[in-house]
């Protein structure tokens, strides 16, 4: 079973610090997907990382994945109200389809 | 906005009874997924179906069925409705079933309550 463990699991900050949620498991992945939903809503995609080492960026936000594909990371500099929301990141099981494993996610919240 | 849909948006009904949700996937993805959400189980798998096939299956009870149309529109099917039935449900489709980055798109979801 893969299994994907986020820390931290909640997150409460103020406007303008910065914030680092992480994503582990024992396994190697083909790719990891990041996704933010917010309450009642649909996750949406932020971004997917496939090679080891890979880092990507969005604005703020910056994604890592381990050497090994077995961990990444989100840091998000300057936190903005906005970003309050449900982080979530997912791996596909390759075996009978790509069924996406996801982590419990971390439930961030930037004050004013 | 994902691209794809989900109706209806919200569905309150009682124990014991039938609901169906739909969805239909973003335009020229051929597979679809079904998702449940609850506060004490977070986003879990239930059944995948690629080009109108069943592909594969994850933790979804016998009360509970899907198909996908030859327009690639899929419906998931919950009978015998229970209490702890009540969730958010999510469709999402992706291009292929073993093709690109594993990437999926979310529709808004339909929240069940059953009382």
């Known amino acids: 079973t893969q299994l994907l463990e986020q820390s931290p699991q909640f997150l409460s900050i103020q406007e303008g610090e910065n914030l680092t949620v992480y994503c582990n498991s024992s396994?190697?992945?083909?790719?990891l997907q990041w996704y933010r939903q917010e309450p009642g809503e649909g996750p949406v995609l932020l971004v997917t990382?496939?090679?080891?080492?890979e880092v990507k960026k969005l604005k703020r936000l910056t994604f890592q994945f381990g050497d090994a594909r077995k961990d990444s990371s989100l840091h998000i500099t300057a936190a903005q109200p906005g970003d309050t929301g449900l982080y979530l990141c997912a791996a596909p099981k390759r075996t009978s389809g790509s069924r996406l494993t996801f982590g419990e996610g971390t439930q961030l919240t930037v004050n004013p | 906005d994902s691209g794809v849909t989900q109706t209806p948006k919200h569905l309150i009904t009682a124990t014991g009874q039938r609901v169906t949700l739909r969805c239909s996937p973003r335009s020229g993805d051929l597979s679809v997924y079904w998702y449940q959400q609850s506060l004490d189980q977070g986003l879990q798998f239930l059944i995948q179906y690629y080009n109108g096939e069943e592909r594969a299956k994850g933790n979804i009870l016998e009360r509970f069925s899907a198909q996908q149309f030859p327009d690639l529109h899929s419906e998931l099917n919950l009978s015998s409705l229970e209490l702890g039935d009540s969730a958010l449900y999510f469709c999402a489709s992706s291009v292929g079933s073993l093709q690109g980055n594993g990437e999926q798109f979310f529709g808004p979801g339909t929240r069940l309550t059953v009382l």
């Open positions: 396994s190697v992945f083909s790719s």
């Open positions: 990382v496939v090679t080891g080492g």
